[in-house]
């Protein structure tokens, strides 16, 4: 399964309500495991990004409906990376003319 990157930043409804936040987490959690993905982990971060979580799922389209389904509720914006094991590299490096 591909393994994604979720960053996330606070909107101000959410740092408003920043309590929730743990409930929220067990949330997410829930609506990725309805969608077939797995939440490896998540972290509260400093720097950027509020927050990131490392997801797998078994498509890009499944991962955008959950995406799409985080946002809406309008306490987090997120921004995703796809990101590729060492073996998934170098099957890309061997394709490498």
Do not use: H
Request: proline letters at 3%; a positive charge.
């Amino acid at each position: 399964m591909p393994t994604y990157i979720i960053l996330g930043n606070f909107t101000d409804q959410g740092i408003r309500n920043i309590k929730d936040s743990p409930k929220r987490e067990t949330a997410f959690r829930n609506l990725c495991e309805k969608a077939g993905a797995q939440v490896k982990d998540t972290y509260r971060t400093m720097g950027r990004y509020d927050l990131a979580a490392i997801v797998d799922a078994p498509d890009d389209v499944t991962l955008n409906a959950i995406v799409y389904s985080l946002g809406s509720l309008g306490n987090v914006r997120t921004e995703t990376l796809r990101a590729f094991t060492r073996q998934e590299t170098e099957a890309a490096l061997a394709k490498i003319a």
